[in-house]
Structure formats: structure tokens, C-alpha cells
């Protein structure tokens, strides 16, 4: 997906606890490194749940094979939009990832913590951005939370592209 102005001109206000131009340039360079991922056939869940997070809160509409469709929320699957009291039920999902459904992290490492890293920042304005962005090489890093011992992957694994709930992530 692109992030483009009118995109982020049509974000609901009360959706973002975070400078909007900020959140901005952290789902574009989401919605960069998963679209290169997917070129190169590797696997990058954070950066792929970061993405699915921002177009959530972000109200976007997304198309697939299916057609054109409003995002789902990342965790519980739900079809509307964001709005404040979805997105703070949304978190405490995430919170809860890792208790209910604890073989998504082999499955599907880093995605889990990508969306609750990214509702953490955007929406409770708690811990850094889930991307830290390093300009001298335009590279981007997951941060991990204060404390937080959750390992990251620290090389994608590969696998073939694919299309799975209105984003490309490639399959391994």
C-alpha cells in the first residue's frame, strides 16, 4: 500500500495519540520494507505487523485478491474501523498474543510484537516508535520495549510472496 498525503490527511483524529506526520513515515517505512521483503522472498513479520497496525488505526482501505475492502483490525480480525474504544480493546489483544495464542511467534516471528510495539507507540504513547529510522543508511531496525528480552529475528528467513489478509507477506 502506499502512504500517501490524502492518505494520511483522511486519518480520524482521535486515532493517533502521536504526531501524525510522524506515524506517517513510520507506516510508509513499514509498508517499504514489507513490499522489499516480498521482492526478495524473505520473511519480515515486524515490519509486516507494524504495517497492518498503521493501516488499521489509519482507516485505510486496502485491496487484494478479493477487492477493496477497509484494513482489519491486526489481532481480533474485526472489519470496522478503528475508533477509540476498538483500538484500546485491540491493545489489551495484543497484550494477551503471546498467552492465547503462543504458537503464532514460531509461526510467525516478530509480527506479534510489530502490532503491539506500534499500538503501544500510536496509540498509548508509551515506548518508542516501533521503527527506528537511521537516516545515514536508510535502514530500519525494530526497537524492542524498555526491559523487553522478546528475541527479534535477526535475518528473514526465505520464502515465496503471497497475499494474506490484504498485505504481501512473503510464505515460508
Same mark, same amino acid.
Not at 522489499?36 to 498503521?54: D, F, H, L, M, S
Not at 477497509?70 to 477509540?84: D, F, I, K, L, M
Not at 476498538?86 to 489489551?92: C, F, P, R
Not at 528473514?156 to 489478509?165: K, Q, S, Y
Given at each position: 500500500?502506499?502512504?500517501? #498525503?490524502?492518505?494520511?490527511?483522511?486519518?480520524?483524529?482521535?486515532?493517533?495519540?502521536?504526531?501524525?506526520?510522524?506515524?506517517?513515515?513510520?507506516?510508509?517505512?513499514?509498508?517499504?520494507?514489507?513490499?522489499?521483503?516480498?521482492?526478495?522472498?524473505?520473511?519480515?513479520?515486524?515490519?509486516?505487523?507494524?504495517?497492518?497496525?498503521? !493501516?488499521?488505526?489509519?482507516?485505510?482501505?486496502?485491496?487484494?485478491?478479493?477487492?477493496?475492502?477497509?484494513? =482489519?483490525?491486526?489481532?481480533?480480525?474485526?472489519?470496522?474501523?478503528?475508533?477509540? #474504544?476498538?483500538?484500546?480493546?485491540?491493545?489489551?489483544?495484543?497484550?494477551?498474543?503471546?498467552?492465547?495464542?503462543?504458537?503464532?511467534? !514460531?509461526? =510467525?516471528?516478530?509480527?506479534?510484537?510489530?502490532?503491539?510495539?506500534?499500538?503501544?507507540?500510536?496509540? !498509548?504513547?508509551?515506548?518508542?516508535?516501533?521503527?527506528?529510522?537511521?537516516?545515514?543508511?536508510?535502514?530500519?531496525?525494530p526497537v524492542p520495549r524498555t526491559g523487553d528480552q522478546t528475541? !527479534?529475528?535477526?535475518?528473514?528467513?526465505?520464502?515465496?510472496?503471497?497475499?494474506?489478509?490484504?498485505?504481501?507477506?512473503?510464505?515460508?
Open positions: 500500500m502506499e502512504v500517501t #498525503e490524502d492518505v494520511v490527511a483522511r486519518i480520524p483524529p482521535g486515532n493517533l495519540r502521536v504526531p501524525r506526520a510522524k506515524f506517517a513515515t513510520i507506516w510508509a517505512t513499514a509498508e517499504r520494507l514489507n513490499r522489499e521483503a516480498c521482492e526478495q522472498r524473505v520473511v519480515a513479520w515486524y515490519p509486516a505487523g507494524v504495517a497492518v497496525a498503521c !493501516r488499521w488505526l489509519a482507516g485505510a482501505v486496502v485491496e487484494d485478491q478479493f477487492g477493496r475492502r477497509p484494513a =482489519q483490525s491486526p489481532v481480533t480480525n474485526r472489519s470496522e474501523n478503528a475508533y477509540e #474504544e476498538l483500538i484500546e480493546a485491540e491493545y489489551l489483544a495484543a497484550e494477551l498474543l503471546p498467552i492465547r495464542r503462543p504458537g503464532l511467534a !514460531r509461526r =510467525q516471528p516478530g509480527w506479534s510484537e510489530g502490532v503491539l510495539a506500534t499500538l503501544r507507540w500510536a496509540w !498509548r504513547r508509551e515506548g518508542p516508535p516501533p521503527l527506528a529510522l537511521d537516516a545515514d543508511v536508510a535502514s530500519v531496525v528475541p !527479534r529475528p535477526a535475518a528473514p528467513a526465505p520464502g515465496a510472496a503471497a497475499v494474506w489478509r490484504g498485505y504481501a507477506v512473503p510464505r515460508s
